[in-house]
């Protein structure tokens, strides 16, 4: 069975990391969008965006580590946890950052900067824990640190760079930019779910 046959779950699990990485992207195009309308000026919501996206995304890689080390064998427990949650404020995530919009519209630049660098900071710290919690997973398995950490990294490389080429280039010319957020929260919440039924041991 694909649960105890940890050679036999990484097809799907690295198509599930492909696909999170894809998400990721999607988020950080969509959400820089909804930051225009707050600022107006294009170049403070693309500075508040990646500011965000690169901290959390560091911050996740620690704690994401230390979790996971004292838990090992929970990984894609851990993994499919951070996912739905990254899926659960996808979801919310449009009239979240609406609303400090237009709760903080008569604010300074670097007051609403704070505000939605905050909210952004919340789901990139996750997506930051899931690299380090995949590749515990993986080490178990492959007794290679550095084999697990470049394949999972590459993977989900290219999948963040056909996330924002697709949602660049495709998705704005058909849906608008709320459907595309929700399509990224339901890439999460299929990720979690695939991997919490078909992979993990929930015993």
Do not use: C
């Amino acid at each position: 069975m694909t649960k105890n046959n940890p050679i036999a779950q990484l097809p799907l699990l690295s198509f599930a990391f492909f696909l999170s990485g894809g998400a990721g992207l999607i988020y950080q195009v969509a959400w820089q969008r909804i930051l225009f309308s707050a600022f107006g000026i294009d170049l403070v919501s693309v500075t508040v965006i990646v500011s965000a996206f690169m901290l959390g995304l560091g911050i996740g890689a620690i704690a994401g580590g230390q979790i996971v080390d004292r838990h090992p064998q929970h990984a894609l427990l851990l993994f499919a946890l951070s996912e739905a949650t990254i899926g659960v404020f996808g979801f919310s995530s449009p009239a979240v950052l609406y609303w400090a919009s237009d709760a903080f519209f008569d604010q300074s630049y670097l007051v609403i900067g704070i505000v939605n660098f905050l909210l952004v900071l919340i789901p990139t710290s996750l997506m930051g824990a899931t690299l380090p919690i995949l590749i515990v997973h993986l080490t178990r398995t492959w007794g290679n640190v550095g084999q697990s950490t470049g394949w999972l990294y590459s993977v989900n490389t290219v999948g963040a760079m056909v996330g924002a080429l697709v949602t660049s280039f495709v998705l704005f010319n058909f849906i608008g930019l709320n459907a595309v957020i929700y399509i990224a929260a339901t890439i999460n919440i299929l990720v979690a779910a695939s991997v919490y039924f078909l992979l993990s041991d929930r015993k």
